[in-house]
C-alpha cells in the first residue's frame, strides 16, 4: 500500500524534530516522490549521514510502501 506525503513527513519529523520537510509527488502515484530536508541535525554531517538519517526515520519503508524518494538535505543557512 503506498504512502502519503503527510505520512512520509510525519515519520521524518518524528525522528528529525526541528525538520523542516518539502515533499513532492512526481508521479502522482503516491510511489515516487522527492523530498527536501532542512535540519540543523544535519550539521557536520556528510551528505551520505544526512541521507541515512533520513532513511532511518522512514522505518524500513523504503523499497515497500515507498518505491523511490529523490532526496536533498541540508543544514539550515
Same mark, same amino acid.
Given at each position: ?26 508521479? +502522482?502515484?503516491?510511489? *515516487?516522490?522527492? @523530498?527536501?530536508?532542512? #535540519? ?22 523504503? +523499497?515497500?510502501?515507498? *518505491?523511490?524518494? @529523490?532526496?536533498?538535505? #541540508?543544514?539550515?543557512?
Amino acid at each position: 500500500m503506498p504512502m502519503d506525503a503527510n505520512e512520509i513527513e510525519k515519520l521524518i519529523k518524528s525522528h528529525i524534530p526541528d525538520a523542516k520537510v518539502t515533499i513532492r509527488d512526481l508521479a +502522482g502515484d503516491n510511489d *515516487h516522490y522527492a @523530498a527536501i530536508v532542512v #535540519s540543523e541535525a544535519f550539521r557536520g554531517k556528510s551528505r551520505v549521514q544526512q541521507h541515512q538519517m533520513v532513511y532511518q526515520a522512514l522505518q524500513g519503508q523504503m +523499497g515497500g510502501a515507498l *518505491h523511490a524518494l @529523490a532526496l536533498q538535505t #541540508s543544514a539550515p543557512e
